[in-house]
């Protein structure tokens, strides 16, 4: 069973099929790792040293989620809306993360 904040009950369109989270929500933008606590929380940094930048965004049904490389994404570089261009699929979850609004596919 799927439990959301009431943050993310208002912002959330919900349905699990066959084991698959088909949940989809708006994004809210923090200021550090740590701070991405909530469905939709997302945080974006770039590693001095290397150049790449990064994204860790809390997926519908994640606990701990693994940051993102955006280069392989196509980043549109909107640090409060992103867009990826690419399909962001995780084990429970499937889709887009399009002008800061995550739309399961």
């Known amino acids: ?12 369109s919900s ?6 989270n088909t949940t989809s929500c708006d994004t809210r933008r923090v200021f ?7 469905m939709g929380d997302f945080c974006i940094w770039t ?5 790449k930048t990064y994204m860790k965004i809390k997926l519908p ?6 940051p993102l490389q955006l280069s ?3 980043w549109d570089r909107n640090l409060n809306t992103p867009t990826l261009t690419g399909l962001i699929e995780r084990a429970d979850w499937h889709g887009s993360l399009t002008a800061g609004r995550l739309v399961s596919v």
């Open 72 to 74: 392989i994404y196509g």
């Open 61 to 66: 049904g994640e606990i701990n989620p693994p």
């Open 47 to 51: 590693v001095p040293s290397t150049g």
């Open 32 to 38: 550090s790792t740590e701070a991405v606590v909530n």
């Open 1 to 12: 069973m799927l439990h959301l904040s009431s943050q993310e009950q208002n912002a959330a």
């Open 15 to 20: 349905t699990v099929i066959s084991g698959m």
